[in-house]
């Protein structure tokens, strides 16, 4: 019965004892009720005694009391006559009481003298029973009173002393009888004044039984001695107890205690330890535990509005109720719900669930399992592929240390594959190995051994071998492969049974113990559906373009290895993401960019926190890092974005048909130009940014390059370009390259009439020593007006300038020639340095060159017999007739000598013997204008030494250097020999220090 229908039941329960004549006679009936003895509550300073029968009865607890239909304010005081009455024993929990203790949490119905338990909520609820009518009495009263049998039938008749209601009239049953209530009054004699939480509906075996006589009132003695129908007497507060109304009961579980007097229990219950088990395809079981005895309900469903529900009625702590008819590849909602004895909820917070997913392990899987959970993984991914297309599943986990020569196929949208548990990744391999047995020697051949082997015949020609883990060159001839060991040729290419010829690193491959793979599966871990999501896998070895790890539109690739594949290593199209993953020794695009259902939208793609390197070994012509790979012009891409990528050994971020090009926080290492034609940085057609990145050269080369035709717009900040080569080059119609901020080698060549340059701020290195010939600007069709430079430094010989077709070969004259103020035209040393005339080449401004390691403010000496020096090297822009000195404050470590020069080459010195505090000159230095030593702090000397430029034409450099032992002679340092070195410095004009 729920509430509104309680309510409705009691309201009409009143209503009848106002409204509805009584007595009720049922057929005549004749039997007689028993009349009531008179009965009296007194308190005797706070004890409360019962009087029947003229005994005094000690009332223990509120509860008991209740059971009686009295409440402490009921109580008289005691009268001397009223305590001179025997005691007998303490009352006990009267017939037709509901009842449990704080010890004993079972509900029981009192009834003819014993208690008797309930064996489940159900049988409680069936019977009509609240469990806010259940009374908390005291524990050793209630155990007094005998245990009679259980009740576990709900449809059974109730017990003596329940009082029922049928067609408006309330019934008490004694002795299998039903006795009518005759009016409210004679009610209420016999309860608490217009409670009727006790009364519960009749059933069919109730009204089987027969009619009794009418109830009589109960008659109750008052304070002066007359008797009347319950009559108050003095108000006398209570004492207190624990009891009342109690909160929870049946079915022999636990609660906890009600409130104090007969105030309801308002506390909810507490909802802890919520659990799922491991699901099956369309199934999931919740438990959960409460802190006190009460009911179970699931509100579920695929949103927060559920809209689907299970329960059980059983008062409980410990829940369980299972969910099914699930959907398979569905994520649902659901929430707990539980109420106590006194109608108190708590509602959970809102919970997914974790949907099943399938496990497949090669170690410890069993192809006949389930796949359903780490215990019940399958072995292989074909049998994984199987089982999911029976009752599929959005979520596959491969247990790490674990590895298949199969190909793993993602069938639908939005589904992830991801690696499970502590080990390495799980590994997905494309190759397979080649029998020992396979090997024959290939006549007319020496060391060439051959065999017929199984290919998907995706690009057969595209196979790699590999010899005990690492790939054989590859060779395009049996012939080549003969006189080559460690060296492989693929044969019949064209077919699904190509012939692999390999020249073994020693030995015969068939008889060496030697083991041999091949890249026999065009795919490892592939899909061709939309949002698919790779999580801490490995894959390798694929014979196809694709990568060995291949996504579609909208991927999310995380924490992957993806490796020695010919072509590509991931392969992914618009809207996906690859993060914290690595690529390793492949060719070509290591994570490439592909069009993809979105394409025509312009699609974008990133790859973040990632790796790419090839070892040295293993280096394939025209690898790049990362490149867009679009169908072409006018087909774009939206923004593409290169973040904190990593590359080694190959090139650096390449752009085809990309909008908006975003480079950041790349690192280009080593990077090995195949010819004048590749680059370390690749632009787009639109936009391309790059920032806080780097590349470091070692072949030839450009470091930045546009190559299309419609113009360009490049911008690099905070870039640094070393190596050799040029360190941009442009062209288009409309190229544009602003660079700021950036440590550059080389020079710029741009291309088209529409071009423009910007540099600013920017630091600009000859790649190439005193040969006087360097171009750092060659614009070709650059205008006047569309080109820029402002507070650059430039540190080289000689540079050249073409500008418009026209060839400078000063800054000072290309400022005069274009009317701009380029304020970086070195004519003094403070326009080098505008911020002070003082310039600090302690942290790294001096060019190192010679021998030895220069740490933050020191030059150290290795074993070789040379001398350590670092320079700064001011070209043709000293002013005439200016005096410059070069300073430092030096400590030696294990030497005698320090020297400082100001000439070309840095071959003649003025040498310091810092023992003695003397000054001299090698043979053939320069005369210095004025030198000295004096000591400083810590051990520290101040060394400098001041020359006058006689005009500013020539090679110019300032050295500082460590010396020989004898200012003439070479001295062999260690690697803890040196001079410590801070504060170096270079000043023009102003005294001598």
């Known amino acids: 019965m729920d509430i509104l229908k309680r309510s409705f039941f009691y309201l009409i329960i009143t209503a009848i004892f106002i409204f509805t004549?009584?007595?009720m006679r049922v057929m005549g009936e004749t039997l007689t009720f028993p009349k009531s003895n008179p009965i009296r509550l007194i308190n005797n300073n706070g004890t409360f005694y019962l009087i029947q029968n003229n005994t005094l009865q000690g009332v223990t607890s509120p509860g008991i009391l209740f059971s009686y239909g009295f409440e402490f304010k009921d109580a008289a005081a005691a009268t001397a006559e009223d305590l001179s009455l025997p005691q007998g024993s303490l009352l006990l929990p009267n017939n037709g009481a509901l009842i449990k203790s704080a010890e004993d949490k079972t509900v029981y119905l009192v009834s003819d003298g014993t208690?008797?338990?309930f064996t489940s909520a159900e049988v409680f609820l069936g019977l009509g029973f609240r469990f806010t009518s259940v009374l908390l009495v005291t524990n050793p009263e209630e155990q007094l009173l005998p245990k009679g049998s259980n009740i576990f039938d709900s449809s059974s008749?109730?017990?003596?002393?329940?009082?029922?209601?049928?067609?408006?009239?309330?019934?008490w049953i004694n002795n299998g009888t039903l006795y009518p209530y005759p009016s409210l009054d004679v009610y209420n004699a016999w309860h608490i004044d217009n409670d009727f939480k006790t009364v519960v509906p009749a059933n069919e075996a109730d009204l089987a039984l027969p009619v009794g006589g009418v109830v009589e009132t109960r008659t109750t003695v008052a304070n002066n001695g007359s008797?009347?129908?319950?009559?108050?007497?003095?108000?006398?507060?209570?004492?207190?107890?624990?009891?009342?109304y109690a909160s929870g009961g049946g079915g022999g579980g636990s609660s906890s205690g009600g409130s104090s007097g007969s105030t309801p229990d308002t506390t909810a219950p507490v909802i802890s330890s919520v659990a799922t088990s491991t699901p099956t395809a369309t199934s999931l079981q919740i438990t959960w535990t409460t802190d006190e005895l009460s009911n179970s309900l699931i509100e579920y469903g695929t949103t927060t509005s559920y809209g689907f529900s299970t329960s059980s009625a059983s008062m409980v702590t410990s829940h369980s109720l299972v969910l099914t008819g699930l959907a398979t590849t569905t994520a649902y909602h659901f929430h707990?719900?539980?109420?106590?004895?006194?109608?108190n909820t708590v509602t959970s917070a809102d919970y997914t669930n974790p949907t099943p997913t399938y496990y497949v392990d090669s170690v410890n899987g069993n192809d006949s399992n389930s796949g359903l959970s780490p215990a019940q993984a399958v072995k292989t991914i074909s049998r994984l592929q199987t089982v999911d297309a029976s009752a599929p599943l959005n979520t596959w986990n491969l247990v790490t240390d674990s590895a298949w020569r199969e190909t793993l196929t993602v069938p639908r949208d939005n589904m992830t594959v991801q690696s499970y548990g502590s080990g390495a990744k799980p590994l997905v391999d494309a190759s397979d190995i080649i029998s020992s047995s396979a090997w024959s020697l290939t006549a007319g051949t020496t060391n060439c051994y051959k065999a017929v082997l199984p290919s998907d015949n995706a690009n057969p020609n595209q196979i790699w071998v590999f010899e005990n883990g690492s790939r054989l060159s590859m060779q395009t001839s049996t012939s080549s492969c003969d006189s080559i060991a460690g060296s492989f040729y693929i044969g019949n290419a064209s077919t699904t049974s190509p012939t692999i010829y390999v020249h073994a690193t020693t030995g015969n491959p068939s008889s060496n113990g030697s083991q041999y793979e091949y890249t026999a599966r065009a795919r490892a871990v592939d899909s061709s559906k939309d949002g698919t999501r790779y999580i801490g896998l490995h894959a390798r070895r694929v014979q196809a373009n694709d990568g060995s790890i291949r996504a579609f539109t909208n991927a999310y690739i995380s924490n992957c290895l993806s490796e020695e594949s010919y072509s590509h290593q991931y392969y992914f199209s618009d809207g996906s993401l690859v993060t914290d993953s690595v690529a390793h020794n492949g060719g070509y695009g290591m994570y490439v960019l592909h069009p993809g259902s979105f394409f025509a939208n312009g699609g974008s793609g990133e790859v973040r926190n990632s790796t790419a390197y090839n070892d040295s070994t293993t280096y394939v012509?025209?690898?790049?890092?990362?490149?867009?790979?679009?169908?072409?012009?006018?087909?774009?891409?939206?923004t593409v974005t290169v973040d904190n990528l990593t590359s080694d050994n190959m090139r650096g971020p390449a752009a085809n048909e990309v909008s908006n090009f975003i480079i950041k926080n790349t690192t280009i290492t080593n990077s090995p130009a195949d010819s004048s034609s590749t680059a370390c940085f690749q632009a787009g057609v639109g936009t391309t940014t790059i920032s806080n990145s780097s590349c470091q050269m070692t072949n030839g080369g450009r470091a930045l390059a546009g190559t299309n035709t419609t113009g360009e717009i490049i911008s690099m900040s905070n870039v640094t370009l070393t190596g050799t080569g040029t360190a941009a080059y442009l062209s288009g119609t409309n190229a544009a390259l602003t660079i700021a901020s950036s440590t550059l080698i080389g020079g710029i060549t741009m291309s088209g009439t529409g071009s423009s340059l910007s540099s600013r701020g920017n630091t600009w290195n000859s790649p190439t020593v005193n040969d006087g010939t360097q171009t750092i600007y060659s614009l070709g069709g650059v205008s006047v007006a569309n080109f820029s430079a402002d507070y650059n430094s430039y540190l080289g010989q000689n540079f050249k300038y073409v500008i418009a077709t026209t060839t400078y070969y000063s800054l000072p004259t290309v400022r005069t020639v274009l009317s701009q103020e380029l304020n970086t035209t070195p004519a003094t040393i403070a326009q080098l340095f505008p911020s002070t005339a003082n310039v600090d080449m302690t942290q790294g401004t001096w060019a190192v060159q010679g021998v030895g390691t220069r740490t933050a403010n020191s030059f150290m000496e290795n074993t070789q017999n040379l001398i350590h020096r670092v320079n700064y090297a001011l070209g043709s822009y000293v002013k005439s007739q200016a005096l410059y000195t070069v300073s430092a404050e030096v400590k030696p470590n294990g030497r005698t000598w320090a020297a400082l020069s100001f000439i070309s080459t840095c071959g003649s010195w003025v040498y310091f013997d810092i023992q003695n505090g003397t000054v001299g000159t090698t043979t053939g230095a320069a005369i210095p204008y004025a030198t000295g030593i004096s000591a400083l702090d810590n051990g520290y000397y101040n060394i400098w030494a001041s020359y006058y430029a006689n005009s500013n034409s020539g090679a110019n450099i300032f050295c500082l250097s460590t010396a020989t032992g004898d200012g003439v002679n070479s001295f062999t340092g260690s690697s803890t020999l040196g001079i410590f070195n801070r504060a170096s410095k270079l000043n023009e004009g102003g005294s001598p220090q």
């Open 21 to 23: 004549p009584f007595p």
């Open 115 to 117: 208690r008797r338990a």
């Open 157 to 171: 008749a109730h017990l003596n002393g329940v009082d029922i209601l049928s067609n408006g009239t309330i019934y």
């Open 227 to 244: 008797s009347s129908n319950n009559t108050t007497g003095n108000n006398n507060p209570p004492p207190t107890y624990s009891g009342g």
């Open 336 to 343: 707990i719900k539980s109420t106590d004895a006194s109608s």
């Open 621 to 638: 012509a025209g690898a790049s890092s990362f490149i867009s790979h679009t169908g072409g012009t006018p087909d774009t891409f939206g």
